[in-house]
């Protein structure tokens, strides 16, 4: 019985035995797989950002730097130049845990360099951008990655000089403003009440002079800021204000009728090309009048947002021969069966002459746009360079393309009825830079040979 009693405690302490060496083998592969975790190798990854090629007095840098595995510690940006280091951007972060991502997985940030307030001189520096995650690998040190940059600080504006400017500029009129340039500029122009116009090269022989064509919306009460702008590669910007005195356009008053037959007759057209309209016709007729208009104006004014800088037009816009129907800005009230229905303002000149008129160039330049465009119909878009374009519409049929060149005269469709248009006319457009201007003033040799084109000569 005793060496029964004795065998079943030997079996019994052995079993044990293998349990705690079992016990002790997972806590060891657990603790080793923890280890191993903690103190993973993995360092942070640092995008390698688009840094422009001078820093100017102040520039912004995106800043992307990612960790998916312990997760981010530390972030730090930093420029030397000589001897002289300074911090630009430090983020830090607590450790959220001991098990698992600790850190940020990803962190994205502008930078934001002010040369002045670091006490950076103009020339070369480096940038570099570092980072830390949280493994406990280099005795709690973590991973570390670094990323440097060369640069160079441009700090100094480009030197512009107002050489003429109109005195005044009529509401939906143009002007011409010239000037001078030290160097070559990223960027250079005309800011009018918060809009730009793009200037351009006067010519080759005029090494260094530049001008700007503005124009005034229609409806400007005044000039709020005016100033020549020249913005170097480096983000530097230089700037000349000056002042412009604003004078009345003195545009009609005008009142449509809106009939029936108008309406039956016009609004089949618009619902194939915007089926979404709702209520009666007349309902209908308000929502293209202002909805579609507006979106068709802002389309407009994408296609002529960017134009040639050479000069492709000379001397006066040729006008299509045939009687005057409605004037630019012409300010326009809608009644239907007497009652007031809407309000608009028309912006160009619409010409009459026989069904299916030819309808011609203007002037020399590049075809922009053609299509159906909802209240204008059928359209072509002319651009003639240095931010001048002529809008073409209601036209039955277009007989060129996008890109064609097309000289002074050359045939660009014929008249017609598609759009807002109850009779065959054309819709005859000018714009500046995406503004709808006056075309009386280009339709004006003597106007536009003083005003406008004396200064490229």
Known sequence: MGLLNSNRRARGDGGLKRLVVILLAIIIVASVGLLVYVMEREEPTIAAPEVPELFGAETTMALQVMDGRSGLREVRVELSQG???????????????WVGRAGLDQLMAEVVIDAKKLGLADGPAQLTISARDFSLWGFGGGNRAELTVPLKFDTVPPALSRLDSPSYIKQGGTGMVIYRLSEEVARHGVMLNG???????????????YGAIVALPYDAKKIEAVAIVAEDQAGNEARSPFGMIV??????????????????????EFRQYYPDLTGDTVEQYVQVNNEVRTANNAKIREVCSTSMPEKHWYGRFQRMAGAGRASFADHRTYRHNGRKIDFQVHLGQDIASVRHAPVK??????????????????????????????????????????DDMVDKGAVLGATGTTGMAGGDHLHFSMLVNGVFVNPLEWWDGSWLALHIESYFN
């Open 83 to 97: 001897q002289r280091q300074v911090n630009v951007f430090l983020k830090k972060f607590p450790r959220a845990t």
């Open 195 to 209: 809009f730009f116009h793009p200037g351009f090269p006067l010519s080759e022989k005029k090494k260094g002079s």
């Open 247 to 268: 004078k009345n356009g003195n545009f009609k008053k005008d009142t449509i009728n809106v009939p029936k037959s108008f309406l039956d007759l016009k609004m089949p």
């Open 361 to 402: 160039a203007a002037n020399g330049g590049k075809v922009a746009y053609t299509g159906y465009l909802g209240i204008y119909g059928n359209m072509v878009i002319v651009d003639h360079g240095t931010g001048v374009f002529s809008l073409y519409s209601h036209l039955s049929q277009i007989s060129v393309a996008v």
